[in-house]
């Protein structure tokens, strides 16, 4: 029996949105929110890129339209991977139900139940490559858009960093349920570097966003 989650996508308008998140239902959740969130953070990029466009820039070009492509990447995927974060839920919740009974159906439930504990891990930790890879097609962008629009590159950072976290507590939580302590430890030290990597990142270019405007109204 297939198992109904709550979801929203993309098409749907924010209110509604709003409305489903706020709902006393399990998904959609924060993995459903930190998706936004890191799309949001793309868009903004995305922004600040079509801000930087025409004569003036056009020695820039390059760069502008790499940032424009990798935005459009990520909100991609942070769309597909939202879908299969809350998709991932209700297989989880089917699995609960398998029957035990027997010692094969017993091993059958454990064996997919750890296949969804994993992908519960696994799809936040490709959301926070998202973030990343989005921190670092973004960083071209600061010394060479528009000024007018430095501020919204350096809230594009923030909010990949944002989701990153948001992300990495959710990676935390599901790690508990897995009883494979080999298993555990090899997604808390992936979650672990992504973080460290993305804190350090999103702290060095935000000083570079501050310095730029700072110059720029000297």
Not at 166 to 183: A, G, K, M, R, Y
């Amino acid at each position: 029996m297939n198992i109904e989650v709550n979801k929203v996508s993309w098409d749907q308008s924010l209110r509604e949105v709003m409305e489903q998140l706020g709902k006393a239902e399990p998904t959609p959740g924060g993995g459903s929110v930190s998706a936004i969130v890191a799309a949001l953070g793309a868009a903004m990029t995305s922004m600040t890129a079509h801000f930087s466009q025409g004569e003036e820039y056009k020695e820039v070009q390059v760069e502008v339209e790499q940032a424009l492509q990798d935005m459009a990447k990520i909100r991609s995927a942070c769309e597909h991977l939202m879908d299969e974060d809350m998709e991932s839920f209700g297989q989880y919740i089917e699995a609960l139900r398998l029957p035990y009974r027997t010692e094969k159906e017993q091993h059958d439930r454990k064996e997919t139940l750890q296949t969804m504990k994993i992908q519960s891990i696994d799809i936040p930790l490709q959301l926070m490559e998202c973030c990343l890879y989005g921190l670092y097609s973004a960083s071209p962008l600061i010394e060479i858009c528009n000024r007018t629009v430095l501020s919204d590159v350096g809230i594009s950072l923030i909010l990949f960093e944002a989701a990153a976290q948001s992300l990495s507590l959710t990676v935390q939580i599901n790690l508990v349920t897995l009883p494979d302590e080999e298993h555990q430890r090899y997604y808390e030290q992936r979650a672990d570097l992504l973080m460290q990597k993305i804190n350090k990142l999103k702290q060095t270019l935000l000083v570079q966003v501050q310095q730029r405007i700072a110059s720029d109204h000297a």
